[in-house]
């Protein structure tokens, strides 16, 4: 596999920056979701400036992700089927473990949408639904800092939609370096986690609200 022609310094440079937004937005929902299921009201109540600092954080990193789904669903539209079939071909003959897993969980789903095409229609979903969710996380921050206990975490819908648009970018990675190890790697990895989360629950989510899932 070798397309790293197509792909200027600049085009791995854009797509680094998304996946540093949507990692960095994954890993601070993580950290408020984690903290917030485990803590008491009492722990709660005594954490009210570092919650604070942290709902600001996960607000800050949802409008970066906004500008950053929409360049990576450009990205993904300006990359053909072919060459995303290729990445994962190159997953399949270095991973196979990893590709009889996630043929498995994901049959029905890729028995009407390609990888591609599932990774663009998270895209869409989170273009629409990111301003809801800063909207609602600054709702519940507030109501933290007036001492109510709020669960903390952007809606399971956002949760799925960003799975997926991750997994855009690792498929593009390997597409844009021509298959180079740690790209094929990664983008197992991400495939195998999408996966998982896919036939946990998030499957059953996308076929009720991403409206192109639904053929609508």
Not at 122 to 149: H, M, N, S, W
């Amino acid at each position: 596999m070798d397309v790293t022609t197509r792909y200027s310094l600049a085009d791995r440079l854009a797509l680094t920056a998304i996946k540093i937004d949507l990692h960095r937005l994954d890993a601070i929902d993580d950290l408020w979701t984690a903290y917030l299921e485990s803590a008491t009201p009492g722990e709660v109540a005594g954490q009210r400036e570092e919650l604070d600092l942290l709902a600001g954080q996960l607000i800050e990193a949802l409008g970066s992700a906004q500008g950053s789904v929409e360049r990576l669903r450009t990205m993904l539209e300006g990359t053909g089927e072919d060459e995303i079939e290729s990445a994962l071909q190159e997953i399949a003959q270095n991973h196979p473990e990893i590709e009889e897993i996630y043929r498995g969980d994901l049959a029905e789903l890729l028995g009407e949408y390609s990888v591609r095409g599932v990774a663009i229609e998270a895209c869409i979903y989170l273009e629409g639904q990111l301003p809801t969710e800063i909207a609602v996380v600054e709702e519940k921050r507030q109501r933290l800092l007036a001492g109510e206990f709020q669960p903390g975490d952007i809606s399971p819908g956002a949760k799925c939609a960003l799975s997926g648009a991750m997994l855009g970018t690792k498929v593009l990675d390997i597409v844009m370096t021509g298959g180079a190890v740690s790209s094929v790697l990664e983008g197992a990895m991400g495939l195998g986690s999408f996966a998982l989360k896919w036939k946990g629950g998030c499957g059953v989510i996308a076929g009720h609200i991403w409206t192109r899932l639904r053929g609508e």
